[in-house]
């Protein structure tokens, strides 16, 4: 009788015990038992902006951000690189996107925003690869994403990040009816309204604790980034065996990097860019040690701290540098072929993370 009565104790004191734990959710983690965590958004949308679009911008080195950003952390979005989740909304407004492999032989991108309240979708959005926490943790994202891989989860934990899963919290994503015809992973979005709420119920702290003034280091104001080669018009490599290809096409009349891929332009049909193709002032191709994680199903892993080379791109121009990484704190340190740094024109970066393997298979097409 004493044994039953201390073991029925036990198992009061376990369910309280529980039970507090649950009523005070970490990591991201909402509370289960409330009512905007049981559902996916019906509703997706943009935030006005009133503030002045007159502070520099981190990631761009322009001086084209909201005012009252200044001081808070940067969005990330894990965004779907299938074909068959083609097209992609609201990435052509990106400041940067990351693309490298994920598993398999396919790639995703994650696409870094300085503001993302303008922006009325996002995606398709999908799960998060540890790689990605490690290249963007220096400038101390906010990252959006569904799901994870069991090195993410110990990424987030290690490091103590508190994301926005779409898993976790699904009243931060929004199903699109108009793709019936899409498997299911490829009709969820995010959108501005949508992360502005999630930050809010979440309470999660906008506030940055980034040291660093740049994701990248641009040139001074009138100046323009030195190229060893100048006439370049087309840029084509392999991320796998699988089909993933980089390529990008030269547009003098834009000055621009017009992204392709699988010979096909790469769309964002979003209601701001209205089906525009995707293009940069500056693409980055950095050759890393990336290597497929035995017994997993074709994960990869990306090894920074080995470093590695890269070509960079801006205008017609070509120029080649070696790459390094430090810890998670590090941002990526980019030395030209005399000792200088790499400095980045200012506008939007295209950066591709590729396996030193493939390194072979760029091809270089001038005019």
């Known amino acids: 009788m004493i044994k039953r009565t201390l073991c029925l104790a036990y198992i009061c004191l376990l369910i309280l015990t529980m039970a507090a734990c649950r009523s005070a959710p970490l990591g991201g983690i909402p509370d289960p038992n409330d009512e905007w965590d049981s559902l996916t958004s019906s509703e997706y949308g943009t935030v006005p902006v009133t503030s002045a679009k007159t502070a520099y911008n981190y990631l761009t080195g322009e001086m084209n951000m909201a005012q009252d950003r200044v001081g808070l952390r940067p969005y990330c979005v894990s965004v779907n690189n299938l074909e068959a989740s083609w097209p992609q909304k609201g990435i052509e407004a990106a400041d940067i996107i990351l693309e490298m492999e994920t598993e398999g032989g396919i790639t995703r991108m994650m696409c870094l925003y ?16 540890d790689q990605f926490i ?11 994403h569904i799901g994870t891989s069991t090195y993410a989860d110990k990424a987030i934990s290690d490091h103590g990040l508190q994301t926005i899963d779409g898993n976790r919290f699904p009243s931060a994503i929004y199903i699109d009816p108009e793709r019936q015809n899409y498997h299911s992973e490829h009709t969820k979005f995010t959108s501005g309204l949508l992360i502005h709420n999630a930050i809010d119920k979440l309470n999660i702290n906008p506030e940055s604790r980034m040291k660093h003034k740049s994701f990248f280091p641009f040139v001074p104001e009138g100046q323009s980034a030195v190229m060893t080669t100048t006439g370049l018009s087309r840029i084509s490599f392999l991320f796998s065996n699988t089909g993933y290809d980089g390529d990008f096409r030269y547009d003098s009349d834009s000055d621009s990097w017009y992204k392709f891929q699988h010979n096909q332009p790469q769309i964002d049909s979003g209601l701001e860019a209205e089906g525009a193709q995707l293009h940069f002032t500056n693409v980055l191709i950095l050759f890393a040690d990336i290597r497929t994680i035995e017994n997993t199903k074709g994960l990869v892993s990306v090894n920074y701290q080995t470093g590695g080379t890269g070509i960079y791109c801006t205008g017609d121009g070509l120029v080649e540098f070696t790459w390094s990484k430090g810890d998670y704190e590090s941002l990526f340190q980019m030395v030209l072929t005399d000792g200088s740094d790499l400095m980045l024109n200012h506008g939007k970066t295209m950066m591709c993370i590729v396996r030193n393997t493939y390194q072979d298979s760029l091809e270089l097409t001038y005019f």
Do not use: F
């Open 114 to 129: 300085t503001d993302t309240r303008e922006i009325s979708l996002i995606g398709s959005v999908r799960s998060l690869r």
């Open 134 to 144: 490690e290249a963007i943790y220096p400038v101390d994202p906010i990252i959006v």
